[in-house]
């Protein structure tokens, strides 16, 4: 992970809330492997559809099913790529208004980054970790930049 524009400080909240963790089918495979159960097992457990996209279930206290209290994520090899991309979403990339709203919300974000070098940071990172998406009905959209 870059080290200029963000660095996680763990705090998990974006782990919580309803906004749907998408699981693309790539995804899957990771999450699959990573947790050593067979397929079917992993989305009848842990996932749950969405329209045509499958998403990770939020547990009772809110939060993603694989964050636990204390630990952050416990699945944090096969997480999804939104979890791994995040902040840098098409949406902060576009729009400065919502990197500026995200620099609030992520205390992770440098809050002294420009908005320039939010993105050059952001496409260097998303390019280099192959987690640009193409499929608006499988994949997360905010991962989708063209
Ligand atoms: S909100 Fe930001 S700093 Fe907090 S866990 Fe999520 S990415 Fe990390
Ligand atoms: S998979 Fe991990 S990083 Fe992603 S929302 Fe769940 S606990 Fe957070």
Redesign the pocket.
Known sequence: MTQEAFQ????????KGKGGIVVSPTDLVRLVETLGLPTDDVIAKYCEKSGSKLKIKIAEDGYCVFFKEGKGCTVHAGKPSVCKA??FFRGNLIDETSFLLAKE????INPHISHKDFCREALSYLRANNLLATDSEREANALILS
């Open positions: 996680c400080t763990m705090c998990g909240d974006c782990c995040w902040p919300y992520c205390p992770g």
